[in-house]
């Protein structure tokens, strides 16, 4: 009886192209031995997740980052209480995670939930944008399908691992599904390295123990997959890169130092790597364009570059001004966190540290360039059609920049 075939698509968080080739540029190398720089997007793994997983730019599956200013539909006015807790209890990081899980489960959200550094007494201005599971059935806002949606309406089996769980549960459960034969497409999760890459930077022997590990982990999956399917396709890629931190700035002090009022003339969401503002006053967006304009470690991304980046949102929803970082130059404090990593991810996404890494054993005709192109490689291993974004979104023709 001959066998069937499978896919494999294997997820490593922050496995940039520059850290490949820093530690390990023979990683896989005579398994996988197609391999390629993958564009990324704008943001960090709330915006790349979602545009791997369905194939469409943020401003089409909606999701960007976490937070966004939306006091209408803000589920945070019945936490207002946790901003009488003292400042040195409420910059406790234990504390805050333990109150993230206590917000996530009274909200009944199922997607990853952080309240990270965001000050509680902002919070009602905020909504949050992950709210359910984007790899459960219909997890994308907006109902864009995904391709697990897609997988689960055709009845394909198929494996995915559960982003709950830490690396060595899901090599497991992978095997154990691969073992049993019945599955003709696998979604293996990874997310370790990041951690390492955050904590300790791209220079850090760390990073060669981790990639060495995975190296044997996948080896074995791949010989254990090669004794039960025929052919096995493998497909190795990362979402983004790392870059090292070379400088903090704290640009929550200059706009506060503006004497406007957050809340009544303006709002911000500080992510670690861009500010994004939202103008309620007249007054607040010539002054805090003033300060910007001030500020050379960081610049205000025009609607053009938002337009490349697929983050032209028609109602600004994520802000009506971004203020992007350089390279290596940290938000610090941020609404993320008070104490700055040693590396960090959500740069220009242009920038040779942002890139992401694809390695494969079954190069496609055509070549991803971005994320965005990993869906149509997906769906190819099971035999599912791919309809043009660009024919069922008009607004996604308007992209001047798209690299494809
Ligand atoms: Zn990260």
């Known amino acids: 009886m001959s066998r069937s075939a499978l896919g494999i698509f294997i997820f490593i968080d922050a496995f940039g192209w520059k850290v490949l080739h820093k530690h390990r540029p023979d990683f896989l190398g005579d398994l996988l031995p197609t ?11 709330a915006t790349c997740v979602p545009t791997i997983l369905t194939g469409k730019r943020p401003r089409e599956h909606g999701h960007m980052s976490f937070f966004r200013y939306d006091p209408e539909c803000s589920p945070f006015a019945r936490y207002r209480w946790m901003r009488l807790l003292p400042k040195v209890v409420a910059e406790r ?8 899980r206590f917000v996530k489960q009274s909200l009944g959200y199922t997607g990853y939930f952080q309240l990270y550094n965001v000050p509680f007494g902002d919070l009602p201005l905020f909504d949050y944008t992950e709210k359910m599971d984007l790899f459960a059935a219909g997890g994308i806002n907006g109902g864009c399908p995904t391709i ?6 055709q009845g394909i089996p198929f494996h995915v691992s559960d982003w709950r769980r830490d690396e060595p549960d899901n090599l497991g459960a992978l095997e154990t599904a691969v073992r049993e034969g019945t599955i003709r497409f696998a979604f293996l999760y990874l997310a370790a390295l990041d951690g390492v890459l955050h904590a300790h930077g791209t220079d850090s022997p760390r990073v060669t123990d981790k990639m060495n590990w995975y190296e044997s982990q996948i080896r074995h999956i791949i010989e254990v997959a090669s004794g039960v399917y025929e052919p096995v396709h493998v497909h190795l890629f990362s979402d983004h890169g790392m870059t ?4 903090t700035c704290d640009l929550m002090a200059r706009i506060k130092a503006l004497g406007l009022d957050f809340g009544t003339d303006y709002a911000a969401v500080y992510d670690s790597t861009m500010a994004r503002f939202w103008f309620l006053s007249e007054r607040a967006r010539d002054r805090i364009l003033g300060a910007l304009q001030k500020e050379p470690r960081g610049r205000i991304l025009s609607d053009e570059e938002l337009g490349e980046f697929g983050c032209d949102f028609e109602d600004r929803r994520y802000g009506e001004l971004f203020f992007l970082m350089k390279p290596g ?3 610090n404090p941020s609404f993320m966190g008070i104490t700055p990593l040693s590396g960090m991810h959500g740069f220009d996404p242009l920038d040779i540290d942002s890139v992401a890494s694809y390695l494969t ?12 192109d990993l869906y149509a490689i997906m769906a190819s291993e099971v035999g599912l059609t791919v309809v043009d974004p660009t024919a069922i979104n008009p607004t996604a023709t308007h992209a001047t920049g798209d690299r494809r």
């Open 93 to 100: 990081g234990r504390v805050r995670r333990m109150l993230s």
């Open 329 to 331: 130059v940290l938000i």
């Open 361 to 372: 054993n079954a190069p496609s005709a055509v070549a991803p360039k971005r994320l965005d």
């Open 35 to 45: 391999r390629m720089p993958l564009g990324t997007v704008l943001g960090y793994s």
């Open 244 to 247: 090292d931190t070379v400088d």
């Open 148 to 153: 697990f949606d897609a997988l689960r309406e």
